[in-house]
């Protein structure tokens, strides 16, 4: 990287930088597709995806339309961080314009790879550059013109395809294990909302109707419905307090340097607000036996539950719990 080159962001670009068009309300929910500041933030890197839309008229088509390879940055936004966020348009499926809080950048294809600057605004030398550029009145916010004087690298094209086609196979790897997974959490909503909301396999067999589980789980299914209770034989309805045992947290004195960081996990309401999943497998603070031995509840056995107000439920399954 040291021997990069470097030149002025707009010196890159095959036309000048432009800000996003703004229609007044009797243009918009029809002709073209727009991108708002929610698709940037939410598709860092931008397929076809359902969009508002808006009427263009006159040059405005030829003006403000998105090309595949298009990067668009944020031109302002409510929190810092937000001014200057990148985003690359991957692929779009028919006219598709941007709205005036968003600023287009189109890299000549002939001495830059796009994928590779949007790689670079993301990255921390990128988004360090970015924030030198950050303007904070009402709302951080930055602007094209300081943008094209940007000074950015300029590897060798090869070099920035090779990098590019690196970062963007583990995104693709990335994005298919997202879809994966939630192909997965479809399949058991469904599966629950079967078995324990609508009684598929139980109706299914009071109906005569044929097996659809493996036998070992077709046998845990009762015969019929309990016409009194509307549940399958046998079962009952109870609640929470009664099957499991619910306990609060208790937190060791602040205070006491000795009672923390040690190798003992403590959770707390931060590190569940944090999850993407329903499994807490880390937490941001640790302590120690003496502040273990402080807590009234004690400790939690992996595998228990955990449930934090107004969130899923959690699953604190590792060994640092015992």
Sequence with gaps: MSEWKESRFADLLSEPLRNGIYKKKEF?????????????????????????RVDLVGTETERFAVKENDLLFARRSLVAEGAGKCSIVLSIDELTTFESSIIRARPDKEFCSSLFYYYYFNSPQGLHKLDTIRRQVAVAGITGGDLAELYVPIPPLPEQKAIARILSSLDDKIELNRRMNETLEAMARAIFKDWFVDFGPTRAKQEGRAAYLPEQLWALFPEAIDL????????EVSTIGEEVKVVGGSTPSTKEPDFWDGHIAWATPKDLSNLNTPVLLETARTISQKGLAKLVLGYYQPGLFYYPPERQLAILPFQRFQ
């Design 228 to 235: 009194e209770t509307g549940l399958p034989m046998g079962w």
């Design 28 to 52: 918009h929910g029809r002709g073209a597709k727009i991108i708002n500041m929610d698709e940037l933030f939410a598709f860092p890197r931008m397929f076809s995806v359902p969009m508002k």
